[in-house]
């Protein structure tokens, strides 16, 4: 034990450091405060129906709480045969949000550097700059948990490849498998595949190198131990990627069901392109890597009484209090000046960072230099999305499950993780002697006139580089002359223009200092003026205090609240007390404060036919673009939509019942065939739903229009609720053809009459069908999903494959070192 910890406790000191780091940066944790963050706020909204039906740890796959209804795969769903839910819940309960998060960045770096061989001080500022990058703690701010985890594990997958390339094939697979695993189960697909695409690009760099050194073989087998490790590490999720598989070809992000959308472009079989390309950085922005606020930073952030806009507000006579607010305002919607619609905040790698990856570029050899600087090239092209169209198009029409993914300037988390990896490459190299010092300080001196000089002249003049001005400035200045007139508008908008200049200035400064410190302390130690151990503690502070400093920006203490304070801002309203009265289960709410179909506070205490939801199911999302935005009242009652919220100017809120909704089932007179589901949604505009059921041609062998005896006297009704099993009752003396106020989803929704299987199809666009004969009946409707079921078998096979083959490597792995003689200790 006592030589283990001789041995190890480098490793020891940098994790506990990295457990205090976090801490101290986190200190409203301690105090016990929450962190606000909007997206969570939201998830916990609509996940509130499955909260309160959740038993034993697994709740429903089904969630009625908005858009009508939906798969819960992507909302919140628990897979306990997966191991690697496991590990992330224990991991959470460890350590409280969102220090969870932070410490995986961290730990996940560390590991991918100590995986690599490099020396702990220098793996500890490997993980500093690649945890600390800005998007890192961004999205843990806005919320977007998911992403947050599923970055975290980048890096040690990213380290198992490069290790089993280097020669060590079991634990590199291994350690892959079990990363990956984890990776896929944080649920956040588009991160994954992005990660792939670097991965691949790095993988082909080595085969290169391979083919040039004749090692083709050895390339071989490290491919085939990885590809093993791939296997069992998706295995691992097989029922997490089945489901979603199944669920996402029914989304908005599958092929489009209407016949004039599926024929115009390729694009029809994902995501609009105009959509999905809605958040892509600004070609220019991209300069956010080396200054952070060089277009402003963020929406949200005022403009303080040093501006420029306040001082032409006090010009205008404007009194101090007044122009203090008017410049918080003005900042708030006019300093981030991007190709965004908003932002909140740059993709800021590290001045420091990026100078030794310039740097790095010109003094590192070898293929995985190339693997790195063309998978990092590769993500800034396609970042740029609308601004760089024609290459993008080429991934989003033509690479396999591209066009799935929205916010395409999100892929630049693959240069968050290869542009420190190869910084710290050539700090690698330098510290180990393996770069002559005369080359070291000839580029060094080049990069530093190159680097340096692009910070200078945008410190003295950042006009010359920027513009300064935004897409979205003639809005702002038609508001400010609205405001005070033609002449003082031009001045404010002027204003706003060289308060945007002086920020980006500022920070071109502040970079400018922080490259000429790495510069100069990697110009001391190769010229022997201090030593290693020095040069390295430089280094390691200055990159703290650079990255610490532009996180705090974005991510502070202001951002967290007391925990009443959260409770609070999820109460109910008073015209939620009132809807809930209701002893009606299995009712719909159309709430019309806001944009009710990006409202998630509404399926808090509601079944809401609105919502908010990346991947809502394509048929409902063509009936509220076709139907329920222009107000189409029959195809609001077929969805049983029983309570309106209103906008009233004395209470704020006010509440009307709709007795036209028809209810959770009833029966039909008549059929409608339609052609396509071009001819089903149209058929919306004329054919009312309570009489007359609307049929696509693809069920006309489902339904025996033979059997239409309508009833007058016939009643069908809802008699027990859950999200997964719903019964109905129902009597008539006649055939029947009931309608379901339930959304069609055929992928997991069994039908039962009389507890024997049953048919059922799809009916008006999205609801459900079914033919029923005389006499009293129980239906029953279950979500039975193979996909899941079968899903989490297989699961568990593989997880228990993944324990195995980890145990495999660590006896290995210890037999080898019985046979090796004692290491030095590393420094």
Avoid at 355 to 381: D, E, H, N
Avoid at 620 to 645: C, E, H, R
Wanted: net charge positive; hydrophobic share 45%; charged share 20%.
């Amino acid at each position: 034990m006592t030589q283990w910890f001789k041995k190890n406790w480098p490793n020891l000191l940098a994790l506990l450091l990295f457990v205090v780091i976090c801490f101290i940066y986190f200190s409203p944790v301690v105090q016990g405060k929450k962190l606000i963050q909007g997206d969570v706020m939201n998830a916990g909204s609509v996940q509130q129906e499955i909260m309160d039906y959740k038993k034993d740890g697994k709740g429903p796959l089904w969630t009625n709480s908005m858009f009508g209804g939906m798969p819960s795969y992507q909302i919140w769903t628990q897979y306990p045969a997966n191991i690697a839910s496991h590990v992330i819940d224990i991991w959470n309960k460890v350590f409280p949000n969102p220090i969870n998060f932070v410490l995986l960045y961290l730990f996940g770096g560390f590991f991918l550097f100590r995986m690599l061989r490099f020396k702990p001080w220098l793996s500890f500022l490997g993980a500093i700059a690649i945890g600390f990058a800005s998007y890192n703690f961004i999205i843990i701010e806005a919320g977007h948990t998911g992403k947050a985890l599923a970055i975290a594990f980048f890096a040690p997958i990213l380290g198992a490849v490069i290790m089993s390339f280097r020669g060590k094939r079991l634990a590199g697979a291994s350690l892959l498998a079990l990363f990956l695993a984890l990776e896929i189960r944080s649920n956040h697909l588009q991160m994954t595949y992005y990660l792939m695409i670097g991965i691949l690009v790095i993988v082909i760099a080595e085969l290169v190198e391979a083919i040039h050194q004749k090692r083709i073989v050895d390339f071989v087998k490290s491919g085939v131990t990885l590809l093993a490790g791939v296997i069992i590490g998706v295995g691992v999720n097989f029922g997490t990627l089945w489901v979603n598989y199944e669920y996402a070809n029914e989304t908005i992000r599958g092929k489009s069901d209407l016949v004039q959308a599926a024929a115009t472009t390729k694009a029809s079989k994902g995501l609009d392109k105009e959509y999905a390309y809605q958040w892509s950085q600004g070609v220019g922005e991209s300069i956010t890597f080396l200054i952070p606020d060089a277009y402003g930073g963020a929406n949200g952030i005022p403009f303080t009484p040093k501006s420029k806009v306040y001082a032409e507000l006090i010009k205008n006579n404007v009194p101090p209090q007044d122009a203090t607010q008017i410049a918080a305002q003005i900042g708030g919607a006019a300093r981030y000046w991007g190709d965004k619609p908003f932002t909140s905040g740059p993709y800021y790698f590290g001045a420091i960072v990026v100078f030794l990856f310039i740097l790095g570029l010109s003094l590192v050899k070898g293929g995985l230099k190339w693997g790195i600087a063309i998978a990092t090239l590769l993500s800034i092209l396609l970042s740029w999305g609308k601004n760089f169209q024609w290459f993008s198009d080429i991934f989003f029409d033509y690479f396999p499950l591209y066009s799935k993914f929205r916010a395409v300037e999100s892929i630049l988390v693959i240069a968050g993780i290869m542009i420190p990896l190869l910084a710290m490459i050539l700090l690698n190299q330098i510290f180990e002697g393996k770069i002559a010092k005369e080359k070291i300080l000839k580029n060094l001196k080049y990069t530093v006139y190159g680097v340096g000089g692009i910070l200078l002249i945008f410190t003295a003049l950042p006009g010359l580089f920027l513009s300064a001005q935004s897409p979205n400035d003639a809005n702002l200045l038609a508001q400010l002359q609205a405001m005070g007139g033609k002449d003082v508008g031009n001045s404010l908008m002027a204003a706003v223009e060289a308060d945007r200049l002086n920020i980006a200035r500022i920070d071109a400064f502040r970079s400018l200092v922080f490259v000429l410190i790495a510069a100069g302390i990697i110009w001391a130690f190769v010229t022997e003026k201090i030593k290693a151990q020095y040069a390295a503690l430089a280094l390691v502070l200055a990159l703290v205090i650079d990255m610490w400093g532009i996180d705090k920006r974005y991510l502070k203490d202001e951002n967290f609240t007391e925990k009443r304070m959260l409770s609070q801002a999820t109460q109910p309203r008073e015209v939620d007390l009132q809807i809930k009265q209701d002893p009606d289960p299995y009712y719909r709410v159309y709430d019309m404060i806001g944009n009710a179909f990006a409202n998630p506070a509404t399926s808090r205490f509601h079944k809401s036919i609105g919502g908010y939801h990346a991947a809502k199911l394509k048929r409902y999302q063509n009936l509220i673009d076709s139907q329920l935005v222009k107000g189409n009242p029959w195809a609001f009652n077929m969805l049983n939509t029983k309570y309106i919220i209103m906008p009233d100017s004395a209470k704020g809120a006010r509440v009307v019942h709709n007795d036209q909704a028809l209810g959770n089932a009833w029966f039909v007179s008549g059929v409608k065939f339609a052609n396509n589901a071009n001819e089903e949604l149209a058929a919306l505009d004329h054919v009312n739903p309570k009489t007359s059921a609307i049929i696509g041609e693809d069920f006309r062998k489902d339904v025996d229009i033979t059997k239409m005896d309508f009833d007058t006297t016939a009643t069908i009704k809802l008699v027990s609720y859950h999200p997964e099993k719903l019964v109905y009752e129902s009597n008539s003396s006649t055939n029947q053809l009931a309608v379901f106020s339930d959304i069609y989803y055929a992928k997991g929704w069994d039908a039962f009459v009389d507890g024997k299987p049953h048919k059922y199809f799809r009916v008006d666009f999205l609801l459900r069908g079914m033919q029923l004969e005389p006499g009293k009946h129980t239906i029953e409707f279950r979500f039975e999903p193979k996909s899941y079921y079968t899903g989490e078998k297989i699961s568990l096979a593989f997880s228990i494959l993944l324990v195995a083959g980890l145990a495999g490597a660590i006896f290995v792995n210890l037999r080898k070192k019985k046979n090796e003689t004692p290491e030095k200790v590393e420094a």
